[in-house]
């Protein structure tokens, strides 16, 4: 069984995350260190979660999150 593209995954993890959005991943694990309850977090248990969709909303606003190339 083939893992699912993370283009069609609603919810990624921090590193999926990371490497779909091209992120800074120091960057990005200051902002979920920094975040309770921003509106693309959904939480399981202990574990951080993101929502594809509102993160990209959230990315539409917060363009320094993403690495530079």
Known sequence: MARPNLAEKDILNPSEAIEY?????????????????EEFLAYYGERKLILRVAFERYLHNHPELRRRV
């Open 21 to 37: 959005f091209v992120l800074s991943r120091r960057k990005f694990y200051d902002l979920l260190n920094d975040t309770d309850g």
